[in-house]
DNA sequence: ATAGACTGTAACACTATTTGTTACGCTATA
DNA sequence: TATAGCGTAACAAATAGTGTTACAGTCTAT
């Protein structure tokens, strides 16, 4: 089942970002992330849309949090790249007025829902500043890898 | 969100045959849903795989189900078409040994367990035999469209 | 002013996945 | 033995995500 990977590696940018607390380029993050810079702005653009980052162009410009980790949780990053919609019921749309059909998108819906409704709270429950600890204590730990 | 439209479509067509109670033909069971028998056998496959239903060769064959709709549920569906996995977490694989990466990784992957458990939960609650009954419900009721 | 270091964005190529299609072999039955 | 069915491989088409190039706009240091 593909799903997106953004929500994961922006995670991952923003928690740095929040670490090392500073401004980081396109460029930057494109490392970061094993990509390029034209890939992190589209990404990036949205999170700012969404009022997590701010971009300043020009000599000295690049990205940086609009507020601290602790006030960024997971829900609000999903929030961002995605809108209100985090999972999608894959109904059927062969015979719209077949009441079976009908019925078997229903229920469907409804499970959907209900899973939704759990990753949400899963997903406000965590903010990045707890992932930057964890991440810090790890490192600490010399679990580096 | 882009998900698979087999479990939707499955549903669908095992309602039918249940509510039919004989045998369908792959050709019969593409217009049902606006598709063609190659790719209905093709998902078929894994139905009987899983021993949801079967299928006969030669002259009057068909598929036909193993057992009646009350004794199948949404999850029985989901798990011939999909083994365990139900929701996978898209976790980042930029730097393996970034533990801010890590972290990240392991506070969605356990969010997305979270929210797999209440959908197979949801899954097995839902036989197909509801599933008909509610159609023929709907359609009694003249909600044909 | 103007050069340089940035972001913004359009356009297009590449890749992977799903779905649809054609073709042909195998099997059971009338 | 002709026919109606499934089994399966091979390939085409559509879709979505990602990567890349190119160029315009903007800010700042000098």
Redesign the interface.
Known sequence: ?????R???M??VL??MG?LGGRETSERIAQ????NPVVVRRTMASLRQYGIVKSEGGRGGGWSLTRPLTEIT?LDVQRAL?GE????????N???????????????Q???Q??????ER??QK?TLA???E???A??KAG???
Chains 1, 2 share one sequence.
């Open positions: 089942m593909r799903q997106d990977g929500l994961a590696r995670i991952h928690v740095h670490l970061m992330l094993n990509t997971i995605q919609t985090i999972l999608d019921a894959p109904l059927s062969d015979h719209p007025s077949c009441p079976v059909e009908r019925a078997a998108n229903a229920k469907l409804r499970a959907f209900s899973a939704e409704q759990t990753l899963e997903f965590v707890e992932i930057g964890i991440a810090m790890s490192a679990k580096t890898g």
